[in-house]
Each structure stands twice: as structure tokens, then as C-alpha cells.
């Protein structure tokens, strides 16, 4: 595919900065999932879930009458079949994902946060680059821990709940700081491009953005934005840039109780130079208040965040996502834990509960290591 011009073309019609593979891909199931008939979608599992109800891969193979029987083939003449409808899409869309997997790490990091300030009173949760601000609901879905592939395992979090999240501890179980559900004062949400998980369309998009091989994620993604659309505690989600408009969006909530400023795999997708903005927005941001900076990124593609090194530095450490916390008190930040980009595995490395902190803004970021 990536040899075809005609192909290719398609992604010129696209904004510069958004003439990625993914956005071509995203575009074509969309039109899949939203009823497109073509025998492409016989290669879709997603699609097929959705027709024919859950299945597995193997349940289910190309039509010998489509397109040359061979997905390439069958893709590119969907593509041109369609190319007017996917040059509407790639002109004005975004990849966009709102991973509700990785809330298995931010349930104990704002454990853990929460636990070195007892008194301080309801967290006020900022999540930077939200998407539909489905991790804000991180307290509506259930969780289970399991120590190891075959260890004992705890389940926590909404012992009922459409979400179900798994997670494989590496370590020990009882490395994890407590995992209550935390009192939530405030959830709000910065995003440039916001998807509303109450339209159909921005519900569509957003499950269009998912590999369609990928049936558990799929599955997960459609239940956690049925929760959105039913909660009757909404996030508040504005549209804006994340450092840009920060200051703004931060003022909205009550400085008298602690704020949490985090984000997950969102600096990746910034030039280092203003990753390093960044931080610094969110500094100015905890002038004279309580504020907590909380983040999941890649160390190798966020050289202008303040990561620690891995405390058990191996030759593929840097490639986990680095959970990391800068505390209030102006304390050096502190690797939380190593997690799967996606929260499939967490290795917890911080021991007993955060520090005890005070307004007053958080310290110099210190040189990335």
C-alpha cells in the first residue's frame, strides 16, 4: 500500500500534520462500522461484531468473490470506490483515542497521591488531551489485579460495572498502595479536537480509531462510552490547547482543594521544545495552589519531561510508558511505575503513600535522565 500512488494520494488531501497512515486507515472503517457495503469489511473483525454479534477472528474469512480474495486489493478498490467520502473525512479529522486501559495505573497513582494529604480534602481532576474524557470516569469501572499470569489476583473499583479492566502486576500485589475510589470534587478536560461521546458520530469516530483486529479494546471502548452517555456526572470538556488555554481551564476550579494536571500519551505527539512548555504551564498553574502533576509517557519520545530513570534500568526500560509524579511540595519527581501503553501490565516501584504537601507550586523540573 504505501508504494500506490493512487493511495498515497489520498493522504495529500489531508492537513500536513495530520498526513499519517492512521488517519487514512480510521477513515476507511469508519465508513466500514457506519454501514458502507463492500467486501472489505468481511476482513474487519470489528465490523463483523457488530453484524453478526461477537465472534473470533477464525469464525469468519474473506468471500471468495471479493476483490482478488486479497486484502490489499480489496482495500484499495474500497478506497477508490469511496474516495470522495474519505477525502471528506481526512480533510477535517484527527486520530483520536481515549484508552479507558490506562486508568489501571491512574487508580493507584491518585491513591497514592490522595494518601499523602489525608486532609486535604476531594481531588479535582484535569486530564490534559481527553478526548471524549472517558479516564475521568476511571471510578465508574471495575478492576482486576492479578499478580503475575497465574497469581492470586484482587478485584476492585465497581464490583458491577460494563467496564471490566485487567490488569498483570509485575511484582507483588501488596507493592500497590491502597485502590479505593477516591472523592472526585471536579473532572475536566482539555482537548483540540473533543469528541462528544454522546453524539453517534463522535462515538463512531472513536471506535474508527481503533485496529479492527483488536476485538477486547473494541469491546471495552463501546461499553466505557455507554457509561459516558448514561453517567449523571459528566465530564466538563473543553476545546483548546493544552498549554495554550491550561491557565484558563485550571481557574475554572476551586483552589482551595487539591488539583491533579495529568495526561497520557499526549506529549509524544509535541516537539520537545514545547513538552518543556508544558511543564512549565503547569508550574505557573500551581502558583499558589495545590497541584499535583501526574503523567504517562514514553521517556524515549518526551525528552522535555521531567522523567527519572527507570530504578531498575534494563535495556528495554525505556520503551514502558514511565508513570511519574511531581508533587506540591516541590519535591523531585518520582517514577511511580512502568506500565503497558495501554495498562495490560504495571510494575510498581513507589513505596508507602505520597508526600505530605502544601501549596505553594511545584519546584524547577529537573534535567530528563
Known amino acids: 500500500m504505501a508504494d500506490d500512488p493512487e493511495l498515497l494520494a489520498l493522504m495529500a488531501e489531508a492537513p500536513l500534520r495530520q498526513r499519517r497512515p492512521n488517519l487514512l486507515l480510521a477513515a476507511v472503517h469508519f465508513l466500514l462500522l457506519t454501514g458502507t457495503r463492500h467486501p472489505l469489511a468481511a476482513y474487519y473483525d470489528t465490523v463483523q461484531s457488530i453484524l453478526n454479534g461477537p465472534t473470533s477472528p477464525s469464525t469468519h474469512a474473506p468471500p471468495p468473490d471479493a476483490p482478488g480474495a486479497d486484502l490489499v ?49 476531594p481531588l479535582s481532576l484535569l486530564d490534559l488531551g481527553t478526548s471524549a474524557g472517558l479516564n475521568l470516569l476511571f471510578d465508574a469501572y471495575g478492576y482486576t489485579y492479578r499478580q503475575g499470569a497465574d497469581g492470586p489476583a484482587l478485584a476492585v473499583g465497581r464490583r458491577q460495572a460494563k467496564v471490566r479492566l485487567d490488569c498483570t502486576v509485575r511484582g507483588e500485589l501488596g507493592d500497590l498502595p491502597p485502590l479505593d475510589l477516591p472523592p472526585i470534587a471536579r473532572r475536566i478536560g482539555i482537548d483540540a479536537s473533543p469528541i462528544d461521546p454522546t453524539s453517534d458520530d463522535g462515538a463512531d469516530w472513536l471506535l474508527a480509531c481503533l485496529w479492527p483486529d483488536d476485538l477486547a479494546r473494541f469491546t471495552r471502548l463501546r461499553q466505557a462510552l455507554l457509561v459516558a452517555r448514561t453517567t449523571s456526572t459528566p465530564p466538563e470538556v473543553h476545546r483548546g490547547d493544552i498549554i495554550d488555554d491550561l491557565p484558563a481551564v485550571a481557574d475554572r476550579i476551586d483552589p482551595s482543594g487539591p488539583l491533579v494536571v495529568f495526561h497520557s500519551w499526549v506529549a509524544a505527539y509535541l516537539s520537545p521544545e514545547r513538552q518543556g512548555e508544558l511543564v512549565k504551564a503547569v508550574q505557573e498553574v500551581a502558583r499558589g495552589r495545590t497541584l499535583h502533576y501526574l503523567y504517562a509517557e514514553s521517556p524515549i519520545e518526551t525528552p522535555g519531561l521531567p522523567t527519572p530513570a527507570s530504578p531498575s534500568p534494563r535495556p528495554t526500560s525505556h520503551l514502558a510508558t514511565a508513570l511519574v509524579h511531581v508533587a506540591a511540595d516541590g519535591s523531585p519527581p518520582v517514577r511511580l511505575a512502568d506500565m503497558h501503553h495501554h495498562g495490560k501490565w504495571l510494575q510498581w516501584w513507589a513505596t508507602g503513600r505520597g508526600p505530605t504537601v502544601r501549596p505553594g507550586g511545584l519546584g524547577p523540573a529537573p534535567h530528563p535522565q
Open 73 to 121: 486489493i480489496a482495500f484499495k478498490d474500497f478506497a477508490l470506490s469511496y474516495r470522495a467520502d474519505l477525502v471528506e473525512l481526512i480533510a477535517v479529522r484527527s486520530t483520536q483515542t481515549n484508552e479507558v486501559g490506562r486508568c489501571t495505573a491512574l487508580l493507584p497513582a491518585l491513591n497514592f497521591i490522595a494518601g499523602g494529604d489525608p486532609g486535604g480534602g
